[in-house]
């Protein structure tokens, strides 16, 4: 499938042969002797026919980007679909009326500027839409295959933002996870969520996640207690200790930041660690 840089530069050079057929047409249209008619009817036909192969090109592979959809389209790709359909018929018409209808002939300068101008609006609001989150540095998430070279943390954290927030409340999901950890749960939640959540993106999402919620080891010193060493690598200290439980509560606490962690929450800790937030935990 087509990358969105590619598939935009194709866009430009659509709009740039277009734009010269219609510079041709309207030099044999408006005005009068020309040195050389003939070709410049040539360089019309010409530009006219790559301007349909263009079009031709970005419309199979939007084709193909439809496919990937499963959720509904937003109103400027409805927008963008909806004018494409309208100028590929238009095209169409275009090209059979020389041949099959000449005597409509004295239409084909009207449709040529409509083609045109249909072409400029989809440009618009897809190069254009591109081109405007490139230069404001924010992402741009396509349907396109996402390369795992191309990870990127902003685009990660937007994807892990849309794609994950429709089945969970993040707040309940930003824990800290060791990188072995997230790539379970990411896996597990791509296959649930499939194809909403597809393998380009769920490589973004990991990346997103592991280089922003894996605990940091601690470096502490070496008289540092338990809860130095087991609890503030992912967590405040002021959140943790403002709460109160039993030792069941605490124990089933500490034994998923294990799941989480088996390097920052050991298995054999898990009992001391209990002890001490029972010891220290805030009791009103």
């Known amino acids: ?12 050079l659509f709009l740039i042969v277009g734009g010269i057929a219609v510079a041709m047409m309207l030099s044999v249209q408006g005005r009068g002797e020309l ?6 009817i040539r360089i019309h036909k010409a530009m006219g026919w790559t301007y349909v192969v263009l079009f031709l090109v970005l419309f199979f592979f939007m084709l193909g980007r439809i496919g990937g ?12 679909i909806a004018l494409s359909v309208g100028l590929f018929f238009l095209l169409i018409v275009k090209v059979i ?19 045109y101008f249909l072409g400029f609006v989809l440009v618009g609001i897809t190069g254009g ?10 992402p741009y998430i396509s349907h396109t295959p996402i390369a795992v070279h191309m990870q990127d943390l902003e685009l990660g954290k937007e994807l892990f933002i849309t794609r994950c927030s429709t089945c969970h409340s993040l707040d309940k999901i930003m824990n800290f996870r060791s990188a072995e950890n997230w790539t379970d749960v990411v896996n597990e939640m791509m296959k649930l969520a499939e194809p909403r959540i597809k393998p380009g993106e769920m490589e973004q999402i990991l990346y997103y996640l592991s280089e922003t919620h894996v605990p940091k080891p601690f470096e502490g010193p070496p008289e540092a207690t338990l809860f130095d060493r ?20 605490w124990l089933e606490i500490t034994k998923q930041m294990n799941l989480y962690d088996t390097d920052i929450v050991p298995e054999d800790k898990i ?3 209990v002890d001490y937030l029972i010891e220290h935990q805030h009791i009103e």
């Open 97 to 115: 009326i020389p041949r099959s209808f000449p005597r409509l002939g004295k239409h084909l300068f009207s449709l040529g500027i409509a083609a």
């Open 69 to 80: 959809y499963w959720e509904e389209s937003s109103a400027r790709i409805a927008l963008h």
């Open 1 to 12: 499938m087509m990358n969105p840089l590619v598939s935009t530069i194709l866009s430009i």
């Open 230 to 249: 087991h609890c503030l690598p992912c967590h405040d200290a002021s959140d943790i200790m403002k709460h109160s439980y039993t030792r069941v509560g």
């Open 271 to 273: 009992g001391e660690i």
């Open 129 to 138: 839409y591109y081109f405007l989150r490139v230069s404001r540095q924010t």
């Open 35 to 40: 040195q050389n008619p003939k070709l410049v």
